[in-house]
């Protein structure tokens, strides 16, 4: 698919091409009061962008549910369009996974980082590279990029769409039935879980997550509880 054709979205969504960070210009156009349903897009022959603009209608703490959605929605994604052999797991802290290497990450930003506030905006995107950074993969043996994981057929601006779709219809769900679908479906995906990870200056086991997808880490008689707003970068 050239740059030129229009990509398909479903309802509720349309999309931008851009030649900078997707992310970073669906920031930006939410700063400056677009509607929601925004994607931003970039795609290259190294590496494939998305970003998709929420208004949420909850408090912050809730709407952050909105970043392992994103992730579950490319996981489904990427999950059909892949060799059956290929394995897609999510990070809590947004990172994405292909079979067991780190393969690119979502990001978030809102117009607020208080966790009871309504915010006017929210931004989750990802970074997916499509080819290896650098010609001697070897050295960084945990680092992957799709094409190298057996996805040469996968094509980019087939998965951004299928991206949109997916998570479109977990955001309906997610409206209509609440989160625990999308807490099952995210949990058979988590990577780590159970293990000993550090995240936030805290380490521990990852016992797994409270109702807002806060993680649960314990560390001897304590459990830490840290909320998914710890991982908001900072408004402009």
């Not at 996974?97 to 990450?105: F, K, L, M, T």
């Not at 109702?211 to 001897?220: I, K, Q, S, T, V």
């Not at 707003?229 to 900072?234: A, I, K, N, V, W």
Request: aromatic share 8%; glycine share 10%.
């Amino acid at each position: 698919m050239s740059s030129t054709e229009e990509l398909a979205f479903p309802p509720l969504l349309w999309g931008e091409e851009v030649t900078t960070d997707a992310f970073d210009h669906a920031c930006q156009r939410a700063l400056l009061g677009c509607d929601a349903g925004l994607v931003a897009y970039r795609i290259t022959a190294d590496v494939l962008q998305g970003a998709l603009v929420f208004a949420p209608e909850v408090p912050l703490k809730q709407a952050m549910a909105m970043l392992p959605l994103c992730g579950v929605g490319f996981q489904n994604a990427l999950g059909v369009m892949a060799p059956p052999e290929v394995s897609v797991h999510l990070d809590w802290d947004g990172g994405i996974r292909v079979n067991g290497a780190a393969c690119g990450r979502f990001r978030c930003m809102a117009s607020t980082t208080d966790p009871a506030q309504l915010p006017d905006w929210l931004v989750i995107g990802f970074t997916l590279p499509l080819i290896p950074e650098s010609d001697r993969p070897g050295d960084t043996p945990d680092q992957t990029s799709l094409f190298a994981e057996g996805c040469a057929e996968v094509q980019p601006p087939a998965l951004l769409e299928a991206w949109a779709r997916h998570t479109l219809n977990w955001v309906n769900r997610w409206e209509g039935e609440g989160s625990r679908a999308l807490h099952a479906e995210w949990r058979t995906l988590a990577q780590d879980m159970g293990e000993e990870v550090t995240q936030d200056g805290h380490s521990g086991t990852f016992l797994g997550v409270d109702e807002d997808f806060g993680m649960l880490l314990r560390n001897g008689e304590t459990t830490h509880l840290i909320p998914l707003t710890t991982l908001l970068e900072p408004a402009p």
